[in-house]
């Protein structure tokens, strides 16, 4: 099943240049959901590290970063 993003929006890879706003979206969702966040671009970057960013990761944008994902595989499951 394909689904496309709502009009005005675009999907395309993550990029490590993209690491500031998507640790913000981060920090903004564990704070909403959490209340707290300990998340750092770092972080992020060393977590990228286990994948293909350019195949396994997505990132919904317009004229800012509106939602991102990542799937790192684990042996046979994947995060």
Same mark, same amino acid.
């Given at each position: 099943?394909?689904?496309? =993003? =709502?009009?005005?929006?675009? *999907?395309? =890879?993550?990029? !490590?240049?993209?690491? =500031?706003? *998507? @640790?913000?979206? &981060? &920090?903004? &969702? +564990?704070?909403? !959901?959490? /209340?707290?966040? +300990?998340?750092?671009?770092?972080e992020l970057v060393d977590w990228w590290?286990?994948?293909?960013?350019? /195949? @396994?990761?997505? !990132?919904?944008?317009? +004229?800012?970063?509106?939602?991102? /994902? !990542?799937? *790192?595989a684990h042996g046979e499951s994947v995060?």
């Amino acid at each position: 099943m394909a689904s496309s =993003p =709502p009009e005005g929006f675009r *999907i395309r =890879p993550a990029t !490590v240049e993209d690491a =500031p706003a *998507i @640790n913000e979206l &981060v &920090v903004a &969702v +564990d704070t909403a !959901v959490q /209340g707290w966040s +300990d998340s750092t671009e770092a972080e992020l970057v060393d977590w990228w590290r286990l994948t293909e960013l350019a /195949g @396994n990761s997505w !990132v919904v944008e317009d +004229d800012t970063l509106a939602a991102y /994902g !990542v799937v *790192i595989a684990h042996g046979e499951s994947v995060e």
